[in-house]
């Protein structure tokens, strides 16, 4: 796998909220879980900043908090279009779990498949789905890197039209051989796209995605310092850097306050929910919160309330879910979706289709999890 504080949720349904797309409820034959079909798509990419339906709340503050971020999958339909209404629907079945935030365009959102105009629309369509939804409080964090520094920019900016409130950003990798020594390139980098982004950035530390490179401890607390660098997302598994970059960002607040921290220090995946939180972290920003978004913000109030044994054995079930999905990838997690709540369908290409004995595989290694979060 590339590889959260609880809200209320909204008066009435996502189907009456969200009126300009009638939808169907359909049911899986597993797990009693049901969804929401679309009849009609919601829209298109040449079209859909035209519209000024959430233009009202599009930019307001939405303030980063400790908890349970998602980032969320992108879903196509039989052609690989966009299924902008699956994209809505999974939206707001998140948020009415009770997560705190949602991401787009990360490794689970397919960001390298898409074109800049899909990249906007799948923001602008998740934003629209909350703001309609009774969810205009939830921010949105966009997966923003590329290898140059000017593109980076320019997807800082078009993140912010179409409504992301923080731009994910991944170091560079391409010609790392040739960046200067002691990480100044990375810095400078990193440096000049908070200057001139619109929206503030939190850094991606995900060696997988970028052949390798892990940015160490002291080159993040020294990115911390900068006013609009306001958290990281720490996937490489290293509770120890975890804790050193939590505890230097806390002694850098002038007045630090747990509940909205300058610098949010988010685990990457939630097979180290608890662990993350031992060492100071404030939540996480994991893929498998898509498929069980209420057995991780579960898990977190169990720790968090002193539950500790129960809060234990959640995390072990979280944990090996997180395994399945972790040796499937985007792939799997979506055959998980597909499985075990009716919809999902395929990666676009070049990503293969599951075969049958895949397909089997992760059902299976799911039916814990999803046994756990159908109970909460």
């Not at 690989?80 to 990360?106: F, S």
């Not at 900068?226 to 607040?253: D, E, M, Y």
């Not at 895949?358 to 159908?374: A, C, D, M, P």
């Amino acid at each position: 796998m590339a590889p959260h504080v609880d809200v209320p949720s909204p008066a009435g349904s996502f189907t009456s909220n969200f009126d300009r797309i009638p939808f169907r409820v359909a049911a899986s034959s597993e797990a009693g879980t049901s969804y929401l079909a679309p009849t009609e798509s919601l829209s298109s990419p040449g079209s859909f900043l035209e519209s000024d339906s959430v233009a009202e709340d599009i930019h307001i503050t939405r303030s980063l908090v400790p908890g349970v971020y998602v980032p969320t999958m992108c879903f196509f339909d039989e052609t690989e279009e966009v299924d902008t209404n699956a994209i809505a629907r999974h939206a707001v079945r998140l948020a009415e779990a009770g997560v705190t935030g949602l991401a787009t365009q990360g490794s689970n959102g397919e960001a390298v498949h898409l074109t800049h105009d899909e990249r906007q629309l799948v923001t602008y369509t998740t934003r629209k789905a909350l703001n309609e939804a009774g969810f205009s409080h939830v921010p949105i964090i966009v997966g923003c890197g590329a290898q140059s520094t000017r593109e980076t920019i320019e997807y800082c900016r078009e993140a912010w039209k179409a409504g992301g409130d923080y731009a994910l950003v991944l170091p560079p990798s391409y010609y790392a051989p040739l960046f200067a020594p002691s990480s100044k390139t990375i810095e400078e980098y990193f440096t000049s796209i908070a200057d001139a982004s619109p929206i503030p950035l939190i850094i991606y530390n995900f060696p997988g995605a970028v052949n390798g490179m892990d940015l160490t401890s002291d080159v993040i607390i020294k990115l911390s310092r900068h006013p609009k660098i306001v958290g990281v997302k720490l996937t490489c598994g290293n509770t120890g850097k975890l804790n050193r970059v939590a505890a230097a960002t806390r002694k850098q607040s002038g007045d630090y306050d747990a509940n909205k921290p300058e610098f949010l220090v988010l685990a990457g995946s939630a097979d180290f929910t608890i662990q993350s939180l031992i060492a100071g972290g404030h939540g996480i920003l994991a893929g498998l919160a898509n498929i069980s978004p209420k057995a991780c913000i579960k898990t977190i109030e169990l720790f968090k309330a002193g539950k500790y044994t129960e809060a234990q054995k959640m995390q072990e079930i979280v944990s090996r879910g997180d395994w399945t999905a972790i040796q499937g990838g985007v792939v799997g997690v979506k055959e998980g979706l597909q499985t075990w709540m009716g919809y999902g369908g395929y990666a676009r290409s070049p990503l293969p289709k599951p075969t049958a004995e895949q397909t089997k595989s992760w059902k299976e290694g799911f039916r814990e999890l999803v046994l756990l979060e159908k109970s909460l």
